[in-house]
């Protein structure tokens, strides 16, 4: 299905930004604002969706929890935690729902438990419910047994059981229920999975305000280490709680985002998987986190890196990919599921991702940047850490000047990248800085000229004197974002003539009301069909320029019209519409670690 969506086909979805995201650092859901859960996968992010009516209104799957008479709705997070509360107002009262997941100990890895708690706080309001499963993606069919109090959901691959305080009806395959609530009344759903491991448990009423209780806690006691208290504390620390969200704890891995195939643009075919873990992403994760003060994650994803990448020399992008799969898995295959119609038919939607064989020279400089960060702040690399740093610095000296796919994935062939040179270069410098500081082994006498040359290359290649700008890759005159990374990695200083006209190109030219495209897709043609919004962590990108340019009024007015474009509660997917429509998977790793930054330097910068 391609073209516009229909006006009858967008009806059947909410937008994007109309949810808040739960989870338990093993997956998440999304709750929309009409108190649907229409994505979720179990029991680990990139496993296949139990509800996927984001993707498929009829086919998807879906557990519909809401008040049964017209009611107005709004959803806010319960203060400094990730659990979700969805109100209903009615003319006869006022409920909510409270929607999370309980975080389990390591020794409980194989639990699964979403808890929905419906409260009536004022009045009578009646509720009703529909918990429609559609394991697989929707090609996996199920069986159900109604229980003493509870449903048995049965497919191939995964069991779920749902408990419930109030009676359940089966109709068929879908579990629907009617109750009224007056005021003080609460209603408890649970949906588990199940092994031979965990049989199926209730969940009353004390022990919904049990894991209630120690949900909140466990949030709160992970947000107290943020040393933030800048001017945007309560926007940097949900960022930080959403980032917290997208981490895998079993492994340490961070997911890009929690979704797959939601649309860069409506009804065209920009729609990736992006429940992988990136190096990049990943790397940027664990420098807004030190930033912040959260030295675990850091820890964590440096030994996703050590126990779970298994580094080649020989594979296709070098010693690393540039995403791995949560449990560290290199193959990703792409591949499509026609049976969906996608999000407001904008199909295909697709699992796996093709784009991991990819060479992308740009991670090995974000990650020897984050390793060097963690190296300062948190604490010294191990030597076997040490000597990884340094065959990944040798690598990346023998292949610098290759052409490659770059930073945004393009799929139109391998060009020298300018954004590619410049994080080799701060993979080089990165390892040059922790070797002087330790006093560590190193091959300096190799290291140094290589880095001295890139920067030359880049200062001579990537400049072009036509647009008075550092261009997107040698021999073109396109502009793109990624070279805004320029001061912010202390490669050209942000006062720099030549840095301030590239500047002022890229605002000219790429830049509307504080919203940055990436690129112009028909100036430097990317394979692929279609437009694309403007994407947010370059706008975070441009606030930070700005900043280190010393342009602050500039900087502080673009940054709060940024805010302006998040979701109710704090959230941002990856692109922003013309209309400022959210678009892309959601939330989006990339766009939180990036405001973080910029409101942690700006607000530095402003005193």
């Given amino acids: 299905m391609s073209g516009a969506p229909t006006q009858q086909t967008s009806a059947r979805y909410l937008p994007i930004a109309e949810h808040g995201l739960i989870g338990d650092l093993r997956t998440a859901a999304l709750v929309g604002t009409d108190g649907t859960i229409d994505w979720y996968c179990c029991p ?28 107005g709705t709004k959803q806010f997070y319960f203060p400094d935690t990730n659990v979700l509360i969805t109100r209903f107002f009615t003319e006869d009262g006022l409920g909510e729902i409270q929607d999370f997941m309980p975080v389990t100990h390591a020794d409980e890895s194989d639990r699964h438990r979403l808890i929905r708690r419906v409260v009536c ?27 003493e109090g509870a449903a048995l959901f049965a497919s191939e691959a995964l069991s779920l059981t749902l408990t419930a305080t109030v009676p359940l009806e089966s109709d068929g395959k879908d579990v629907r229920t009617e ?49 933030y208290r800048g001017r945007w504390r309560e926007m940097v620390h949900r960022s930080a709680l959403t980032l917290k969200l997208l981490t895998y704890a079993p492994t340490g891995a961070i997911v890009a985002a929690p979704t797959t195939s939601l649309p860069e643009q409506l009804g065209g075919g920009r729609n990736w998987d992006y429940r992988y873990t990136w190096i990049r992403d990943s790397a940027f994760a664990v420098y807004a986190l030190l930033r912040l003060g959260f030295a675990e994650e850091a820890e964590a994803f440096i030994g996703f890196l050590t126990q779970h990448i298994d580094r080649r020399d020989d594979g296709p992008s070098g010693p690393l990919q540039i995403m791995y799969g949560i449990d560290g898995r290199a193959e990703l295959p792409e591949h499509e599921l026609p049976h969906l119609e996608g999000y407001r038919g904008s199909a295909p939607v697709r699992v796996g991702n093709g784009a991991a064989t990819q060479l992308q020279l740009d991670i090995y400089g974000a990650l ?14 191990s030597s076997g850490h040490w000597r990884a740093v340094c065959a990944l610095v040798d690598w990346v000296c023998e292949h610098w000047d290759q052409p490659d796919e770059g930073v945004w994935e393009t799929r139109g062939g391998r060009k020298k990248f300018l954004y590619s040179r410049l994080m080799c270069w701060v993979a080089i410098e990165r390892a040059i800085r922790m070797a002087l500081r330790r006093s560590l082994p190193a091959e300096l006498g190799r290291w140094g000229p290589v880095r001295d040359r890139i920067y030359w290359q880049i200062m001579d290649k990537g400049w072009s004197p036509t647009r008075q700008a550092f261009v997107q890759h040698e021999g073109g005159d396109v502009l793109d974002a990624a070279v805004l990374m320029m001061p912010l990695t202390k490669f050209v200083s942000p006062t720099d003539p030549v840095w301030l006209s590239t500047l002022d190109a890229l605002g000219n030219e790429l830049v509307s009301d504080s919203l940055v495209w990436r690129y112009d897709p028909e100036a430097s043609p990317d394979g692929l069909e279609g437009d694309e919004g403007t994407f947010s962590i370059c706008s975070f990108w441009y606030v930070e320029a700005l900043t280190r340019a010393g342009r602050l009024d500039e900087a502080r007015l673009a940054f709060e019209k940024m805010l302006t474009y998040a979701n109710h509660v704090g959230l941002y997917a990856e692109e922003i519409s013309h209309t400022g429509e959210q678009l892309g998977n959601f939330p989006q ?10 409101a942690f330097n700006l607000d530095r910068a402003l005193g």
């Avoid at 394991?135 to 069919?141: A, D, I, K, M, V």
């Avoid at 790793?589 to 910029?598: K, R």
């Fill in 589 to 598: 790793a990339f766009t939180h670690l990036a405001l973080i930054s910029a």
């Fill in 368 to 381: 020897i940047d984050s390793v060097y960060l963690y190296d300062k702040w948190c604490r010294p690399l």
């Fill in 44 to 71: 680990s992010f990139d496993s296949p969706s139990v509800f996927a009516a984001i993707l498929d209104a009829d086919l998807g799957g879906a557990f519909e929890l809401s008040a049964a008479v017209p009611a």
């Fill in 179 to 227: 109750f009224t609530l007056s005021q003080g009344d609460t209603a408890v759903f649970a949906l588990d999975r199940v092994t031979d491991e965990t049989p199926p448990r209730g969940c009353p009423h004390a022990e919904a305000e049990r894991e209630f209780t120690a949900t909140v806690a466990f949030w709160r006691r992970w947000l107290q280490q943020s040393r």
């Fill in 121 to 147: 706080v004022r009045g009578t309001i009646p509720f009703r419910a529909r918990v429609a499963p559609r394991f697989g993606y929707g090609t996996q069919p199920h069986t159900l047994r109604i229980l």
